[in-house]
């Protein structure tokens, strides 16, 4: 394995995460969070965002 597919599999799960705590805060938030729980969540989905697009433009075979 060559050390562009390990590193896209790396930012890859690490997009998902970022989503999938996005979604938990934000329905925490739904739930009687304050607004620091959905500033949370605004900012992991950034971070998933960022990851996503970084993902696109890593360089070697696709």
Do not use: E, K, P
Not at 39 to 44: L, Y
Not at 55 to 60: E, F, L, S, T, V
């Amino acid at each position: 394995m060559r050390l562009v597919t390990a590193h896209r599999i790396l930012i890859g799960s690490a997009a998902l995460f970022f989503v999938f705590f996005a979604g938990q805060r934000f329905i925490t938030y739904q739930n009687g969070g304050d607004a620091g729980v959905l500033a949370t969540s605004a900012v992991a989905l950034c971070a998933a965002v960022g990851l996503a697009l970084y993902y696109r433009n890593i360089g070697g075979s696709r």
